[in-house]
């Protein structure tokens, strides 16, 4: 893969609240030469707030496979493109301030449950396969 595009599309934060409503739109970029792939849950994405513009450092409130069921399992052909389309997530604010969190983030893995066996190989390096959106946050 070379490029993971998942920018938040709507919703922001709210400090005291557990139920913040996050929507992405994440499409997964391969690489001109990458091999297709057919299967039953092949993708994870996980959603983590950060106060890093690119997702460094520690991770707060990760969700581990925010895509369902038929987005996991998408096809990707030979050099192209897997457009998951939009992604619904719920953000805990329940025990965060905004002041820790200026970023929401997605990063784009093997799922460790696929039968398939496969390598997802990032290029040039694994830093491609997360993206970063700012997000806007208050109090109530």
Not at 4 to 22: F, Q, S
Not at 64 to 73: D, F, M, T
């Amino acid at each position: 893969m070379k490029q993971l595009l998942a920018p938040l599309e709507d919703g922001k934060l709210v400090e005291t609240i557990r139920t913040n409503t996050l929507e992405f739109d994440v499409t997964a970029i391969a690489t001109e030469d990458s091999s297709g792939i057919v299967g039953n849950d092949l993708w994870q994405v996980t959603m983590f707030g950060s106060s890093d513009p690119d997702g460094l450092g520690y991770e707060l409130q990760p969700q581990v496979q925010v895509l369902n069921r038929r987005q996991a399992s998408m096809d990707l052909e030979p050099g192209g493109q897997i457009e998951y389309g939009r992604v619904r997530v719920n953000f805990d604010m329940s025990s965060i301030s905004c002041s820790q969190i200026d970023y929401v983030c997605m990063r784009l893995e093997k799922n460790p449950s696929t039968k398939r066996d496969y390598t997802l190989t990032a290029v040039p390096d694994e830093s491609v396969l997360q993206d970063c959106s700012e997000v806007n946050c208050g109090g109530l």
